[in-house]
């Protein structure tokens, strides 16, 4: 465990030093962050200058719930990228070979070998969203409430990186899994939102099948001191057991891998 | 004990099919169909610690996929692989300490990071201690000619640069088995020449086990002692190099310069015409079906004979036609302990193909 962390270290210190090489790219980068999360909070703020109460919710609220949102989904930008493009970019090219002739787990070499940048705007965006918001909502951030919010935002950020682990496994079938990470990932879209103001059926699928739900409304509910039982508390399990379900598919689809030709 | 064990190794990739066109594409994702195909078929064998193997076969015989399964890679369809007696798939980390592999062009370096900073990467994956990195860093920079490349860039180098730096990365953990998967592929002679030695001294020095592909026959010539011959995926020769010329090398071309123009004559038995012009006939037989002096007693007893050569069938030349599938249709499986001669001295080959 040690010497992953501090291989990990290096691999993020590299990764940083050609970030700065190419500084137009991270500048860009970091722009179009902005740009794309400030349409996202466009939207809302838009419906909610006509509505002022969104199925009970204020705007306050709403945004607790958004930054939320951003702040889980930073972190798989962040450490986890590579999820995206591994059969793209590393079964089709032949470069995942190298991964699996190194004496590191090849999971970990895939996710050391990226750290994308623009996280770190989801990651600023949605930490101001979260500080402002409760900040107007009189949320007292006192131990209980800070440890609460970190493991939500930690197992949120799970959820993402497992259902983005268990979809790219299929690119070691019909290799560029970009599609069906997208389907998935896309979902989250509807997690921006409160989950009450949908039918139980989209609830169902929030919570249970793709549950991105465990990170924005479960734990904003938690933090605005509503209640919905114990689903606040489950965010953690849901996050390991997707976790869980996503390596052994990954073992399983590595037993499958065919490499290239040559 | 061997450190390579392959037994009755196997692999079938299983290639989609598609019809053209979008309704094919439509049809291959409702109903995808499968067409099996059998990269490698049934191959055996050992290579013991220090030995210098060249793994030789045309592209597609299943080189790359044998290395691939080798290396841990690829899981084998069948049959079973011990490297320094563990399976390479399921012990993945701790087989992986022990080997080196390049592969042809892809290189394992950081393309935008200096050599030395890639290099010390590698080093800090394979937890080599820092001054044993430092001593074999001076040492590599020396015979590989790094020196001055240490702080530029992967990506502005030469593509002989850029495989000089690769092996420098590859043996930086000082492997006990090196796979080297076409290492010489599109460099000037003097790079190879850099290569090969650095191989060799590898080899000699730490005892490294080094398992070579390539189409190169200088690097075989210069490199290996033994070698394995692949085709369609069987194993058709597995022996010394300097037993391929007499087992398969059974043309010899004669040459004759006449007096006056060739017009006809008749040819002697086993014997083939490869070229002729106005006062030049190059023949080509058999020598398991006739001797160099038929050939010429017949031909001069034709035709007046100015002077003649005999040539050696090079090793260029055998392996074409091996690849050729010449041995297939002889049926010939070749092994090291096979060469059994038969009566009329002609080295047997109606060996166990299929066996």
Not at chain 1, 63 to 78: E, P, Q, R
Not at chain 2, 56 to 75: D, E, H, P, R, Y
Not at chain 2, 118 to 133: C, E, K, N
Not at chain 2, 174 to 182: G, N, S
Request: proline share 4%; glycine share 8%; charged share 20%.
């Amino acid at each position: 465990m040690p010497r992953y962390v501090s291989l990990y270290s290096l691999f993020l210190r590299q990764r940083l030093k050609i970030l700065m090489e190419y500084r137009v790219n991270f500048f860009i980068g970091a722009v179009s962050t902005l740009i794309e999360q400030t349409a996202g909070l466009l939207t809302v703020w838009v419906v909610m200058q006509r509505i002022p109460l969104l199925n009970g919710w204020t705007y306050e609220e709403l945004l607790l719930v958004y930054g939320l949102l951003a702040l889980s989904k930073s972190l798989t930008y962040l450490f986890a990228d590579n999820l995206w493009t591994v059969g793209r970019e590393y079964i089709r090219t032949g470069g995942f070979d190298r991964f699996l002739v190194r004496p590191v787990d090849p999971l970990f070499h895939l996710l050391a070998d990226r750290f994308d940048h623009q996280g770190l705007g989801h990651l600023i965006i949605g930490g101001i969203l979260v500080s402002t918001a409760s900040a107007r909502l009189g949320i007292t951030w006192d131990l209980p409430h800070l440890l609460y919010l970190v493991v939500a935002v930690l197992s949120g950020g799970l959820i993402f990186i497992g259902l983005n682990l268990i979809t790219c496994v299929s690119a070691f079938w019909i290799m560029d899994s970009v599609p069906v990470t997208r389907v998935v990932f896309d979902m989250n879209e509807f997690a921006k939102y409160p989950l009450s103001m949908y039918n139980r059926g989209v609830q169902f699928v929030l919570t249970w099948l793709v549950p991105y739900g465990f990170a924005s409304f479960y734990p904003a509910n938690y933090l605005l001191g509503r209640d919905v039982g114990v689903l606040v508390w489950l965010g953690p399990a849901v996050a390991v057991t997707l976790l869980l379900i996503g390596y052994r598919l990954w073992l399983f689809g590595l037993r499958h891998y065919a490499s290239t030709g040559s | 004990m061997p450190v390579i064990q392959a037994e009755n190794l196997s692999k079938v990739f299983h290639i989609p099919q598609k019809d053209p066109g979008v309704a094919g594409a439509v049809k291959a994702l409702f109903r995808p169909r499968f067409q099996p195909k059998v990269a490698v078929d049934d191959v055996s064998f050992q290579v013991a610690e220090g030995e210098v193997v060249g793994y030789i076969g045309v592209n597609g015989a299943g080189k790359s996929t044998t290395i691939k399964m080798l290396t841990g890679i690829l899981v084998p369809s069948g049959g079973q692989v011990r490297i320094l007696g563990r399976d390479p798939h399921r012990e993945r980390v701790a087989n992986a300490r022990d080997i080196g592999v390049v592969f042809g062009q892809r290189t394992q370096l950081w393309w935008d990071l200096a050599l030395t900073e890639s290099l010390g990467m590698v080093a800090r994956i394979y937890d080599v201690p820092p001054t044993r990195y430092r001593q074999l860093l001076d040492q590599f920079a020396e015979i590989l000619e790094l020196k001055d490349l240490l702080h530029v860039p992967i990506r502005t180098m030469s593509l002989g640069q850029k495989m000089r730096a690769e092996l420098a990365a590859t043996l930086i953990h000082e492997p006990k088995i090196v796979y080297l998967d076409e290492p010489t592929i599109g460099l000037d002679l003097i790079v190879k020449e850099r290569i090969r030695e650095f191989i060799q001294q590898q080899n000699r020095e730490q005892g490294t086990t080094v398992i070579l592909t390539t189409h190169d026959l200088g690097d075989i010539e210069t490199l290996c002692r033994r070698v394995l011959i692949i085709d369609a995926g069987k194993l058709i020769y597995d022996g010394p190099l300097s037993l391929i010329k007499e087992r398969f090398g059974k043309f010899r071309e004669i040459t004759f310069d006449t007096a006056s123009p060739v017009t006809t004559f008749t040819l002697p038995t086993g014997a083939e015409v490869v070229a002729a012009e106005e006062r030049k006939l190059v023949l080509r037989f058999d020598r398991t079906r006739a001797t160099a002096s038929q050939v010429a007693a017949s031909l001069m007893n034709q035709l007046e004979v100015v002077d003649f050569s005999l040539a050696e069938p090079d090793l260029a030349n055998i392996i074409k036609h091996i690849y050729q599938g010449a041995l297939r249709e002889d049926g010939g499986r070749r092994t090291e302990d096979g060469g059994r001669k038969a009566e009329d001295g002609r080295p047997e080959l109606q060996a166990s193909l299929g066996r």
